[in-house]
């Protein structure tokens, strides 16, 4: 393998890294970036560096094996399944929702500036909230492409994005002389991860372990479906978060030829900062195609 071959694959490794940076830094600042553009420059340095000392093995027959070096994309249905922590859904909605029906539910009373928390003029007092559930499971799309830089080690990029996961919420009914309200969550997931794949196999059947380093963005928005004195399907809440999030799975590639790959594969995903407690599990079967 030539010098210039190991450069392009090590380039191909840190834009793993610097292309979701751009996105992820974009609702959490530099700390996802950093983690993004970190994690794709590992993992082009060492893509590199194993491509460059393992080029003496390479033979003259590795473009026909099923193990050899080169580029794969692919693109597969994803099912997703919450494992999602209670306290973390209501942590996201519960100061923003109270906030905004201050605002919304306004009453000319003078107020309590000392009172914890405060009670400005204007504020009929606190609301709480009940969780009613969220649902179990969604549907998407999950992409992926990089690169095998041994028979035994990939590196990738990989994209989820997901259907909504739906909920429900209600307020407890304070103050007492109004009317309890219900909403409708809606929490939308994005996730980017850069991926080192380990190949257990190098025949048509090869079964792979993976782990990852990302970010998940969750994008969560409350509906009030009880008019009354707040319109209806007018967004009481829309909040866009991003944070750090880890990825851990297993799979199998079966290659019906030796170009294009039946996948299959299952992982974990489990986010940090803010969002640690909304984890879900992960499935897809898909294609991907080996240049």
Known sequence: MKLKKAAVIGFTGLALGVVPASA???GNGSTV?????????????????IALLTQDDEDEGEEERYDRRGFFVGLSGSYARQNFSDS????????????????????PELGDPDANPPILPGDPGVYTFSLDDVEDDVFGLLG?????????????????ALADFDGGIRENGTPSNDTARNFDLE????????????????????PF?????GFMRM????????????????PQLSE????????YGAGLDFYLTRNVVVSAEGSYLMPTGKLDGLDYYQFGVGLQYRF
Do not use: W
Request: glycine letters at 16%; proline letters at 2%.
């Open 24 to 26: 992820g830094s974009i």
């Open 33 to 49: 970036a950093l983690t993004m553009i970190g994690g794709g420059g590992l993992m082009s340095i060492g893509c590199m560096a």
């Open 88 to 107: 973390t859904v209501m942590d996201l909605v519960d100061g923003e929702l109270q906030d905004n029906l201050r605002v919304l539910r306004g009453t």
């Open 144 to 160: 992926r492409g990089g690169y095998r830089c041994h028979p035994y080690i990939s590196a990738e990029l990989q994209f989820e």
């Open 187 to 206: 929490f939308e997931t994005l996730v980017f991860t850069t991926n080192v794949k380990g190949h257990l196999l190098t025949g048509r059947y090869q």
């Open 209 to 213: 372990v993976l782990l990852g380093i």
């Open 219 to 234: 994008e969560n928005k409350a509906y009030d479906i009880s008019g009354g004195t707040i319109p209806g399907r007018a």
């Open 240 to 247: 866009r978060t991003v944070n750090v999030a880890f990825r």
